[in-house]
Structures are given as structure tokens and as C-alpha cells.
T-cell receptor
Framework: EPEVTQTPSHQVTQMGQEVILRCVPISNHLYFYWYRQILGQKVEFLVSFYNNEISEKSEIFDDQFSVERPDGSNFTLKIRSTKLEDSAMYFC????????????FGEGSRLTVL | KNEVEQSPQNLTAQEGEFITINCSYSVGISALHWLQQHPGGGIVSLFMLSSGKKKHGRLIATINIQEKHSSLHITASHPRDSAVYICAVYAGNMLTFGGGTRLMVKP
């Protein structure tokens, strides 16, 4: 069964360092998303991406964040200068349609900022 | 701003019991998702609803658009159903998530 894959599963970084989280969405999906979940809190929407551009972003997704689809398969989230409060689980998801399409989530990348 | 409220926050049931989890939201939506988050953190989509009712195995999801309310029912609950169940609504091109309902089913 096709699945969304994320790497790394866990990354530890120092405050101020750049981090890139990678996702490989399901191959025939057209809509891509990043969400985050701070430990013990709700899942929060970060950004949606369609047709090679951001279609929606939340207030959390400030200038420190960027997304890219550098080739036909990868979808990356970059945090330029990490802060302690960026520590969270980051989930990538993809769907064939939006909003009526089923969402497929990756297993998540846990980011710990020290 | 869209608010998504789930109840109860925590639920403990005995194996075999019928379970209901509720979700209310504050603005008009185009779709509602029910998700299951496993103890390891992974998230799986259970249902996507825009109207009516859907059934998959022992799971049933309903939505009342006028009342801005959805329910997830689990019939004949089993310990493997233990997880966090999350309601998320799609409005304004983004998903807003509820806080989740932590379900534990005891044998």
C-alpha cells in the first residue's frame, strides 16, 4: 500500500541551526501539507502546497519556515534558525484532492531543539 | 477563527462497549476528518465527511452540517481501539484540529 515517508524520524539540533525535514508524498497525490504537534498539544496546520506553490499558510509559518518541492518526489520543510519552541513532531501529509480527499500522513519527524 | 471542540477529552471503556466521541465546530466547513493517533504518534485517517454518515467496519461517523456537529461511534470496542481520536475540520483552505479524545479500552 502506498505511504508517505518522512526523514529523519528524530533530529536533535542546537538553537539557531538550520533544519530540513524531508517527505516523500504518495506519487499520484497533488496536495501536500506540513503540520506540527508540540508535545501534549493539538496538531496545528503549517502550510499547504499545490501546483508548485504555497496555497495556504498559518500564522505559525513565518519567515523562518520555507517549503520546497525540489524534484518530482520530495517535499521539504526548512526551518532557517531553529528556536527552542520549534521542538515538536512535524507531520507531512498528502492527498489526491482537496478538501474532499482522504489525507495520508507520514509517521512524523520529531525535532528537538537544545 | 474556527474552534473545534471534542468531548470527552478522556474515555475509559470495557471491551465490547459502544463508544461515542463528539466534535463541535464554530464556522461553516467544507469537510470534516476523523483521525486516529497511535501511541507511537502516527496519524491515520479514518473518515472524511461532508454530509450524512459513513461506516467502516465497527466505526461509524455522522455529521450534522446545520448543527455543526459530528460524532464518531465505535461498536463492540476492543483494546486495539485504544488511541487518541482527533476531529479536524476543513475551512478556508486549512485544517483546524480538535484537541483529541484519548480512548482506553480495557479487556
Amino acid at each position: 500500500e502506498p505511504e508517505v515517508t518522512q526523514t529523519p524520524s528524530h533530529q536533535v539540533t542546537q538553537m539557531g541551526q538550520e533544519v530540513i525535514l524531508r517527505c516523500v508524498p504518495i506519487s499520484n497525490h497533488l496536495y501536500f501539507y506540513w503540520y506540527r504537534q508540540i508535545l501534549g498539544q493539538k496538531v496545528e496546520f503549517l502550510v499547504s502546497f499545490y501546483n508548485n506553490e504555497i496555497s495556504e499558510k498559518s500564522e505559525i509559518f513565518d519567515d523562518q519556515f520555507s517549503v520546497e518541492r525540489p524534484d518530482g518526489s520530495n517535499f521539504t520543510l526548512k526551518i532557517r534558525s531553529t528556536k527552542l519552541e520549534d521542538s515538536a513532531m512535524y507531520f507531512c501529509a498528502s492527498s489526491r484532492q482537496a478538501p474532499s480527499g482522504e489525507l495520508f500522513f507520514g509517521e512524523g519527524s520529531r525535532l528537538t531543539v537544545l | 477563527k474556527n474552534e473545534v471542540e471534542q468531548s470527552p477529552q478522556n474515555l475509559t471503556a470495557q471491551e465490547g462497549e459502544f463508544i461515542t466521541i463528539n466534535c463541535s465546530y464554530s464556522v461553516g466547513i467544507s469537510a470534516l476528518h476523523w483521525l486516529q493517533q497511535h501511541p507511537g504518534g502516527g496519524i491515520v485517517s479514518l473518515f472524511m465527511l461532508s454530509s450524512g454518515k459513513k461506516k467502516h467496519g465497527r466505526l461509524i461517523a455522522t455529521i450534522n452540517i446545520q448543527e455543526k456537529h459530528s460524532s464518531l461511534h465505535i461498536t463492540a470496542s476492543h483494546p486495539r481501539d485504544s488511541a487518541v481520536y482527533i476531529c479536524a475540520v476543513y475551512a478556508g483552505n486549512m485544517l483546524t484540529f480538535g484537541g483529541g479524545t484519548r480512548l482506553m479500552v480495557k479487556p
